[in-house]
């Protein structure tokens, strides 16, 4: 936008993005207070690539780490979700009948990733109930370094072991209210601030649109340039000089015929 001063535009409307930010707040923590307050349960794995003649350390922690990568994504998939419930048939209950639906819960609610530059696969639960949480994470952990080379292919190469105690979160992390509350402040910000410049370039459009039609900026009864449409005289609120037009209406134009009067 030309001629737009952003931040007198702004600080105008500074009540509408007050509104516009206080609105985001109200319904992320609404959303927030209404969602199911769960407890993390995590523990740590260690995968170790045994090092032949030929194999650097820096290459064995390297292979390491891309196995682990393949067990992260292993666990999300349906084959390894049955080998964890056959192993504890106490966690069937606890999730969906339905195969759609289980999918979606099984990766809500579960978390594997491998530390950048190791070997060491961390794996997280959340449910509302702490127990619960503890107990499908220490399942999961016992099926990768019982049943692990099932699935990486490495076999006796490769070895599975955990090397972290099952922590358990004393308050909810999820969902995090205090997170959500600074999003929804940035987001309030955000799109308060995009609509008011929106809307004020519209209305600098619809100024200079009448600028070349003087008809359009003065009503009919008006003779002397002392009454300006209703129009104009809002937009001088959001930061625009309608009064330009209203001086463009007394200049007097003086052409070579009034000379040679």
């Known amino acids: ?37 769960q407890y993390s349960a995590s523990t740590k794995i260690l995968i170790i690539q045994k090092q032949e003649q030929n194999l650097d350390a820096y290459t064995a922690t390297k292979s390491a780490e891309r196995i682990g990568k393949n067990l992260a994504s292993i666990i999300y998939t349906s084959v390894f979700y049955n080998e964890v419930l056959e192993t504890n048939s106490e966690l069937t209950s606890k999730f969906p009948s339905d195969p759609t639906e289980r999918r979606k819960a099984w990766k809500k609610n579960i978390e594997a990733d491998v530390i950048p530059e190791s070997g060491i696969l961390e794996i997280t639960v959340y449910d509302v109930d702490r127990g619960l949480a503890s107990q499908l994470v220490k399942t999961i952990a016992y099926v990768l370094v019982n049943k692990g080379s099932d699935y990486h292919g490495g076999g006796t190469d490769v070895e599975i072991k955990v090397v972290d105690d099952v922590f358990i979160s004393k308050y909810p992390v999820r969902p995090n209210v205090a997170l959500n509350l600074i999003v929804a402040l ?24 009448t600028a070349y039609h003087p008809h359009k900026v003065y009503t009919q009864n008006d003779q002397q340039g002392n009454n300006m449409d209703s129009t ?28 040679l009067k």
Request: hydrophobic share 50%.
């Open 186 to 209: 940035i987001a309030g910000l955000v799109i308060g601030s995009y609509y008011v410049i929106l809307r004020a370039s519209r209305r600098m459009q619809r100024y200079q649109q």
């Open 1 to 37: 936008m030309e001629n737009v001063q952003y931040f007198k535009i702004l600080s105008k409307n500074w009540e509408l993005i007050a509104l516009f930010t206080g609105l985001a707040i109200v319904i992320a923590l609404v959303v927030s207070l209404f969602s199911p307050f």
């Open 232 to 259: 104009l005289l809002e937009d001088k609120s959001f930061g625009f000089d309608a009064e330009y037009a209203a001086k463009q209406k007394n200049t007097k134009i003086i052409t070579m015929h009034d000379h």
